[in-house]
């Protein structure tokens, strides 16, 4: 459903991403993993159509895509410049159902519904800076989640809270997003996390990031904070994504997770 | 511990200038600074003498305060809608701002009060020239404010909102103008207070009615204290304004404060 041809941005001088190729299919997990500078939110920007990339072409479902597209919902890295500090939990959900024409009392009853999947039905009336990092990011998962795109782009969306957080939050992007069907594509810098959530990971390397690797997860589902992690596969499979994202040549492994690099 | 001390401290410090003002009139015995106690009886007596049905206030009080609070309000009012229209306009539309700067610069400068003889060729004397002092005068913090407050609003409620398509109304009614509330409301502040003051002047030249004329007539008759008791009520009046303010703006931006306090 999502395709990237060709995509470079240059800021100047300096080049961000290089031709990056990509594509997701409908309701796949996609994560980028990259180290830092490696062009990850530039590539996210551009999708989101916060930038203009310089090159390539981003298309959506077949086509080109200027702007920011419609049905496409961004959980930002940072929260607190994301919620609006003015509007209760259920206001900031309910906010882009505006566009969606619906009244408000269905909009509330939306914005609701999407504030108790993520566990958050007590606090709707609570204002960002009254809850913590963790619960404010459960209320942009919450948006995304009322305003039901097709695609879901996360920039670093974890990156901002503790890790025990970190892992709840995971374990609820991946509940409730199966749940949804939803096509997401989560750009980390954390190679653990990248496996841990992803049906397949995307390796870019340093700037200008390019794609390096692009490996299919296969792990048994429910995934699983602690057995999922201690699986062999998911080990190898870290260790895989680490030396990619280090810039070292690739194993060729033997154990049924093929590396394809390009 | 030391807010009891700085609460002690602003009790005690009103008693003990009026008494010191007090006794320091008594012993000089000048016509021109007459005893507190004395600007208080003839305040009292011109204002707060009138019926409980009228909250004591005096026929005379009404008469005096009612068209000066009535230009007040209507000059501040109108110059922080133009204010904030046109402060919304500069912050927003790219180049406006440069473009017109010299000519903003230009009129910000003039003093407002010297402007009284154009605006009396311009609109008729009386309630509509005080007016034109007014919002002339009083326009510009929040102008200024709301330029700065709209440009600062922060790059990421802005992405949010592209990112969710919001409407250009709603891009502003509910990101950029609740963000940029803070500015306009400190713009809004000092408007008030300039706007008591040039509420006087505009009635100190050319106006047979309100508090700046009344202050005029006292002084004319050699009322010494009458004069002091119209200070006094001046003073009264932006302290109780900016009282009446700060709550406002407490409701309108509980939000804003918060947020600080638990960052």
Known sequence: MLELVDLSHTYGSYRAIDRVNLKVAQGEVVCIVGPSGCGKSTLLRSIAGLIKPTGGTVLLDGKPVAGSPENLAVVFQDYSRSLYPWMSALANVGLPLRRRGLDKKRRDAAAM????????????????????????????????????????????????????TREELEDLTLRVCAHHGMTILLITHDVDESVYVGDRVVVLSKAPGTVVGDLPVQLPGPRDQIHTRELEAFVRL????????????????THGFGVETR | MRRATSGVLRFWIVPVTLVLWELLTRVTESPYFPPPSR???????MWLSGPASQLLLTESALDTFG??????????????????????????????????????????????????????????????????????????????????????????FLETARVFQFSRYDILRRVILPSAMPKIFAGLRLSLSLALILMVVSELVGSNSGIGYSLLYAQQSYDYTGVWAHIVLLGVLGLLFNALFLVAEGRVLSWHANARRNV
């Open chain 1, 113 to 164: 519904a999407a504030l108790e999947q993520v566990g958050l039905a007590g606090a709707a009336a609570k204002y960002p800076w009254e809850m913590s990092g963790g619960m404010q990011q459960r209320v942009s998962i919450a948006r995304a989640l009322a305003y039901q795109p097709k695609l879901l782009l996360m920039d670093e969306p974890f990156g901002s809270v503790d890790a025990q």
């Open chain 1, 238 to 253: 870290r260790a895989e994504v680490g030396r990619l994202v280090r810039g070292m040549t690739p194993h060729r492994n």
């Open chain 2, 39 to 45: 600007i208080a009886t003839q305040f009292y007596d």
């Open chain 2, 67 to 156: 068209p000066s609070l009535g230009r007040l309000l209507a000059g501040w009012t109108i110059a922080g809608v133009l204010g904030i229209a046109l402060g919304v306009a500069l912050g927003r539309i790219r180049g406006l701002a440069e473009y017109t700067d010299p000519v903003l610069q230009f009129l910000r400068a003039l003093p407002p009060p010297l402007l009284v003889p154009i605006f009396f060729v311009l609109f008729k004397i009386g309630t509509p020239t005080q007016l034109a002092v007014i919002v002339f005068g009083v326009i510009w913090p929040v102008l200024v404010n709301t330029t700065d407050g709209v440009r600062a609003v922060d790059k990421g």
